[in-house]
């Protein structure tokens, strides 16, 4: 039975005559005819006594008025796609929280105080708690520039929160040692700094491979935020995509948690001195959020 008919049946149900019915249905689906139309011819009308007139006004209150709506609400079979609107809220905060992980500095942090943490590519040193200011400020924008010895002879700037590139840090360090241990002759400090050396770059590789993967976490959930809405709208896409918005989103979602649970693996927390840090939180909470729009979605009863 189609929408037309459940919506004419249940106006006459309610009591409404059938040429009124037929009428208010014919507004919302139009061209529609009741099935026994077709089939059943129109009987012969019979002559009815005159009333007296005085009965005429009671018997006009008693019916509907002809240009009144009905006491029906809108055609049935469409249900409200609140299940949908919040697979879009929970994609939509997904989207928010992988880019706040991807251009986030906090992924490892201090585990002694908050002077030191790391983004996936860059490193922020903060000397504003430090007992000599100036100096850890000064040694701190040697080690983080990309051309030491030129930063050297340069003064450094006046805020004590200086920002870089890991492996700018990583490379300067391992020459500092490099350079004590070459002029006191002390090879196991030189095999030392190597190693560290490594061991710094790790997290400058893992960065860089998790920033990567992220990039494509996040176009996947973008393109999967148009497609829910589109499908919540009615609306299609080329190729149909709009029916695709759950797989995408639940794609997304494993490629952001295989990012964030990848970088755990590689990334080195340099002796214990590292934690793991907010933003690590942020991308995996956020690769749940898009696994999660896709089951909203698919519990949706709208379709």
């Known amino acids: 039975m189609t929408d037309g008919h459940t919506y004419y049946d249940g106006l006459i149900q309610q009591g409404y005559p059938t040429d009124q019915a037929l009428t208010y249905t014919q507004q919302y689906y139009p061209g529609f005819a009741p099935m026994n139309v077709a089939t059943t011819p129109m009987p012969i009308p019979t002559p009815q006594p005159i009333q007296p007139m005085m009965q005429q ?11 009144s709506a009905p006491m029906a609400v809108a055609p049935m079979g469409e249900s409200k796609p ?11 905060v997904a989207l928010l929280l992988t880019i706040m992980g991807q251009f986030g500095n906090s992924w490892q942090v201090s585990s002694e105080d908050d002077s030191l943490s790391l ?23 040697t080690l983080l520039a990309e051309d030491m010895e030129k930063a050297a002879n340069e003064n450094p700037p006046s805020e ?3 920002k870089g590139d890991i492996e700018n840090y990583c490379e300067n360090s391992y020459e500092l040692v ?7 002759n002390d090879d196991a400090l030189r095999t030392e700094a190597g190693e560290d050396r490594e061991t710094c770059l790790k997290n400058d590789s893992a960065g ?8 494509i976490g ?18 299609t896409l080329p190729g149909g995509a709009e029916n695709y918005g759950r797989i995408s989103s639940w794609i997304s979602g494993g490629i952001v948690l295989f990012a964030a649970i990848l970088w755990m693996i590689m990334k080195n927390n340099m002796d214990d001195a590292l934690g793991t840090g907010m933003a690590f939180y942020l991308t995996f909470f956020a690769g749940l959020f898009a696994v999660g729009a896709g089951v909203l979605d698919m519990l949706d009863k709208r379709e």
Do not use: F, K
């Open 160 to 162: 004590p929160i200086l």
């Open 57 to 67: 006004p009671v018997q006009q209150m008693a019916q509907p008025m002809m240009n």
């Open 218 to 235: 996040i176009l996947g959930i973008l393109a999967s935020t148009v497609m829910l809405v589109m499908s919540m709208l009615g609306q």
């Open 82 to 92: 609140i299940m949908t609107w919040t697979a879009v809220g929970c994609i939509a």
């Open 119 to 141: 983004g996936l590519r860059n490193i922020v040193i903060d000397c504003s708690e430090q007992q000599n200011e100036s100096s850890c400020i000064s040694i701190s924008y």
């Open 178 to 184: 490099l350079a004590v241990a070459t002029a006191t």
């Open 208 to 215: 860089g491979i998790t920033g990567l993967i992220l990039w």
